[in-house]
């Protein structure tokens, strides 16, 4: 059997455009997923010792003099945590970070990782980022810590997409978990829209709800809009046609469908860590 580093040396990364063509995605029958286990890790790991090691592996692809899109939530802080400790080693030298989020900023800063911005970097060699949900063709939810517009546009800009995440993230299909898929709207009319969404997927079971604070108030992200979360009894039957009719919403920013993007996902379980890729 190949070794792990030998494994991941052969990922390779198509460019992919922003424009219509995005929304065609590769058929199962010719999509490769490989996969390769290292030993179990002990059976008392908690879910964030998993979603440690899922970072500390994924950090093995980031090499000194890279631009790299530092992702958001609880799993990405532990590669931006990684990140900084070997900057601060010395084992990593010249990196720049584009965070996806006002919290990674902070992090990143805290731990002195250089950071700038698209405006300066609109290519980047690599981006690490956490997912919510992962399907068999590595498609992914993500956004359910609020931060998915930036975060999609720094991980469409990178070269490579390599997601961290731990077993529980894994369905059968998008929407499968009944957990929260976002959309970000502009905060004008919110609820013209929420009722949009309601009945884009009545079909399916969705429930559409106005995220809020503990307080009560809306929800409101970085970039001043406000998230929809789309709640399914059912997996999203035709994901890539949902988010086309999704973004063809006036009113709609972006959503959380992740899709075609990825280009490797690693995932820590009960039976060790595991690199999934195209």
């Not at 931006?80 to 990674?104: F, H, M, W, Y």
């Amino acid at each position: 059997m190949a070794t792990l580093s030998h494994h991941l040396s052969t990922i390779h990364h198509r460019h992919r455009s922003r424009t219509a063509t995005r929304h065609i995605l590769r058929t199962p029958s010719r999509l490769s997923i490989k996969a390769l286990s290292a030993p179990s890790p002990s059976p008392a790991l908690t879910q964030d010792d998993l979603k440690r090691l899922a970072a500390e592996k994924a950090v093995e692809y980031v090499q000194s003099g890279m631009v790299l899109g530092l992702g958001t939530g609880s799993t990405a802080a532990f590669v931006v945590a990684k990140i900084g400790e070997l900057l601060k080693s010395g084992q990593l030298k010249n990196i720049v970070g584009i965070p996806t989020s006002k919290r990674t900023e902070q992090q990143a800063l805290s731990l002195g990782i250089p950071l700038s911005g698209l405006d300066d970097h609109p290519s980047l060699d690599l981006a690490i980022d956490g997912a919510d949900e992962v399907d068999p063709f590595l498609n992914l939810v993500k956004g359910r810590g609020g931060a998915l517009l930036r975060e999609k546009m720094v991980e469409a800009a990178s070269d490579k997409f390599v997601v961290v995440a731990d077993e529980t993230k894994l369905v059968d299909g998008l929407g499968g978990s009944r957990l929260a898929m976002p959309v970000e709207v502009v905060q004008f009319c919110w609820k013209y829209n929420l009722g949009r969404l309601t009945e884009l997927f009545k079909d399916e079971g969705c429930e559409a709800k106005l995220r809020l604070y503990d307080n009560g108030k809306p929800y409101v992200t970085d970039n001043s809009n406000y998230i929809i979360d789309l709640y399914f009894e059912t997996p999203i039957k035709d994901p890539m046609g949902a988010e086309k009719e999704i973004s063809l919403l006036e009113g709609v920013v972006e959503h959380g469908l992740f899709l075609d993007m990825a280009t490797a996902v690693i995932i820590a379980g009960k039976d060790g860590v595991s690199v999934k890729s195209k």
